[in-house]
């Protein structure tokens, strides 16, 4: 067929939940999305409903409506990571994307086609939705505040050596 897809790309952060008397709940903090509060779930520091499971009931979804193959372009989690002699030892971000990845792996079983996935982001970097240095993503940590003060040097988190011990391992890492 002429000018048709051949996958579908997508981001995924988090989950919304919603209600049919939405006035009866607390509406989601830091839900760009609009929805109410889910009590289930674990909330980010900016109020972003942590939902990994969630993940893998889309992928599931979108590849048994489209059948086409899938590519997850953007999931992560920010967090305030805090620079202390050297590279940052939060694991936040860690706990986020191995959850995440974890259910890919389910989803793949489960028989979607994910032909890649990507994270948000690999280098901290501005938050287009607070504009803060301080809401950080990457597996690279730079020396940047809010006040626009900082170095810009750069470090390795934790979570760069771990990351890429899940690449190495095509995942098998995600369960050690």
Same mark, same amino acid.
């Given at each position: 067929m002429k000018n048709t897809v051949d996958f579908i790309s997508f981001s995924y952060y988090m989950s919304v939940a919603t209600a049919h008397n939405p006035e009866d709940y607390t509406i989601g903090k830091g839900n760009i999305m609009g929805g109410v509060e889910n009590s289930y779930l674990e909330k980010s520091e900016w109020g972003w409903a942590i939902d990994p499971i969630g993940l893998r009931l889309v992928l599931n979804d979108f590849y048994e409506r489209y059948q086409l193959p899938l590519f997850i372009v953007e999931n992560g989690l920010a967090a305030k990571d805090v620079l202390v002699d050297?590279? $940052?030892?939060?694991t936040v971000e860690d706990d986020y994307l191995q959850k995440h990845l974890m259910q890919v792996s389910e989803a793949l079983q489960d028989g979607v086609e994910? %032909?890649?996935?990507?994270? %948000?982001?690999?280098? $901290?970097? &501005?938050?287009?939705s607070t504009a803060e240095f301080s809401k950080r993503y990457g597996f690279i940590?730079? $020396?940047?505040n809010d006040d626009d003060s900082g170095s810009l040097a750069r470090y390795n988190k934790k979570?760069?050596? %771990?990351?890429?011990? &899940?690449?190495?391992s095509n995942g098998e890492a995600l369960y050690k």
């Amino acid at each position: 067929m002429k000018n048709t897809v051949d996958f579908i790309s997508f981001s995924y952060y988090m989950s919304v939940a919603t209600a049919h008397n939405p006035e009866d709940y607390t509406i989601g903090k830091g839900n760009i999305m609009g929805g109410v509060e889910n009590s289930y779930l674990e909330k980010s520091e900016w109020g972003w409903a942590i939902d990994p499971i969630g993940l893998r009931l889309v992928l599931n979804d979108f590849y048994e409506r489209y059948q086409l193959p899938l590519f997850i372009v953007e999931n992560g989690l920010a967090a305030k990571d805090v620079l202390v002699d050297g590279p $940052d030892g939060s694991t936040v971000e860690d706990d986020y994307l191995q959850k995440h990845l974890m259910q890919v792996s389910e989803a793949l079983q489960d028989g979607v086609e994910l %032909w890649g996935y990507t994270t %948000w982001g690999p280098i $901290d970097l &501005v938050s287009a939705s607070t504009a803060e240095f301080s809401k950080r993503y990457g597996f690279i940590y730079v $020396d940047r505040n809010d006040d626009d003060s900082g170095s810009l040097a750069r470090y390795n988190k934790k979570s760069f050596a %771990w990351y890429k011990s &899940v690449i190495e391992s095509n995942g098998e890492a995600l369960y050690k």
